[in-house]
Nanobody, 124 residues
């Protein structure tokens, strides 16, 4: 069992930056690939970024590529999402997810555990 707790969300102006953190419980964090997803009001949850067990392989949605960076610190059981040059369309609840696999994946159904989410609001 893995418990995930996100933090770092908030209100930011367009063009600004935020860093989301996701702290995981348990001693086997490095056995999990990690992902970030988001869900805007009235829309389906969508993939944002994912990282493999070591941090050496990452994937991004086209909409965030070049602006967002996912990383992890296995010693701290934490995964991060650095978000730069934020746009109003980035406004959503952001969720951290864990996949019991060494490989990252873009598909929601491939993830086993989910956090409660953190709200990110980007104003114009």
């Amino acid at each position: 069992q893995v418990q995930l707790v996100e933090s770092g969300g908030g209100l930011v102006q367009a063009g600004g930056s935020l860093r989301l953190s996701c702290a995981a419980s348990g001693r086997t964090f490095s056995s999990y690939a990690m992902g970030w997803f988001r869900q805007a009001p009235g829309k389906e949850r969508e993939f944002v970024a994912a990282v493999n067990w070591s941090g050496g392989s990452t994937f991004y949605a086209d909409s965030v590529k070049g602006r967002f960076t996912i990383s992890r610190d296995n010693a701290k059981n934490t995964v991060y999402l650095q978000m730069n040059t934020l746009k109003p369309e980035d406004t959503a609840v952001y969720y951290c997810a864990a996949r019991y696999s060494l490989s990252a994946n873009r598909k929601i159904a491939e993830y086993d555990y989910w956090g409660q989410g953190t709200q990110v609001t980007v104003s114009t």
